[in-house]
């Protein structure tokens, strides 16, 4: 199963509940947790991973053989991010709005184009005791999230649970992290801050087609308006976990809930046996 946690705004503890939930399965299959928050990646400071690989993420940016290039302006029509333009007898690439599409080099008509691969990031792997585990890192001032995104995945194992440490909000790099999961853990806090992302979150996941349940984190101290609209969305709370400075001291040193407060294990089994069924039922009737 891929189960991916995420939250419609930052600093809602998401991170700590990924990292939670994949200590908790530990000891009960295989357990990988992909950090896909290669802006901003945290889960290697809760699980301390033994790191064991990495690579290089490259995307492939135009280089123009001046010699061959006619300049009919074919490339500079078909780029959609005005990486590429040709002024007179000038062609001129801005390799950091390049998506990496290819679509220049395949239509040019001379065949002047060829790619060369820009450092965007870097994705690491290892393990953590028995978990395994990757991260990806945008470089800093890179605008591009998504290819270390997609590096980090293309790492994700075919069998057992795949936990995705998703990117907070509902732009680009979440949609990357979060395609293809088989269920959407959503991170809120009950404030009107959580609540208004939370919407937002809810309704990209329903663009998605992903079902989706919800963790409330520091709650008991505000109004019930979170939990009126999950009734309202038939949206499931399927944990909830209350404000609590112990809580908030273990966040803080980099500690799961797992290890610090060993009793909230058997509550991070119980909500991954509730997905579990989430997930089960809906492949046996798919259009619920
Ligand atoms: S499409 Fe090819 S030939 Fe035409 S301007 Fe671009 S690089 Fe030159
Ligand atoms: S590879 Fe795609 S994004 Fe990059 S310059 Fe060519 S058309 Fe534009």
Not at 14 to 24: E, F, V
Request: glycine share 10%; aromatic share 6%; with cysteine.
């Amino acid at each position: 199963m891929i189960l991916s946690v995420a939250s419609g705004k930052g600093g809602t503890g998401k991170t700590l509940i990924a990292t939670s939930l994949a200590l908790s399965l530990k000891g009960r299959g295989k357990v990988q947790l992909l950090d896909c928050d290669v802006e901003e990646p945290n889960a290697h400071i809760f699980l301390k991973p033994v790191i064991s690989g990495s690579e290089e993420v490259l995307i492939p940016v135009p280089h123009v053989d001046e010699n061959t290039c006619t300049r009919c302006g074919k490339c500079a029509e078909v780029c959609a991010y005005h990486a590429i333009a040709v002024f007179g007898e000038y062609v001129l690439t801005f390799p950091e709005l390049c998506h990496g599409c290819g679509a220049c080099s395949y239509l040019c008509p001379e065949k002047a184009i060829s790619e060369e691969g820009r450092e965007s990031g870097i994705v690491e792997w290892g393990h953590s005791d028995t978990i395994e585990f990757a991260h990806g890192r945008l470089n800093i001032g890179e605008a591009m999230a998504p290819p270390v995104i997609r590096k980090v995945k293309e790492l994700a194992h075919d069998n057992g649970t795949i936990i995705i440490d998703a990117p907070p909000g509902t732009s680009c790099p979440v949609v990357e992290s979060v395609r293809g999961s088989d269920f959407c853990l959503l991170v809120t806090e009950p404030t009107p801050f959580g609540l208004n992302d939370l919407e937002l979150a809810v309704e990209t996941m329903k663009e998605l087609d992903i079902p989706c349940g919800i963790v409330l984190n520091r709650a008991g101290f505000s109004d019930d308006k979170v939990e009126a609209y999950c009734r309202k969305e038939n949206i499931p709370i399927l944990l909830t976990i209350p404000l609590d400075t112990e809580i908030a001291r273990l966040y803080s040193r980099g500690v799961t809930l797992a290890e610090g407060l060993p009793e909230w294990r058997e509550g991070f089994v119980e909500l991954y046996g509730k997905i579990w069924e989430i997930v089960d039922e809906r492949s046996r009737c798919p259009q619920r």
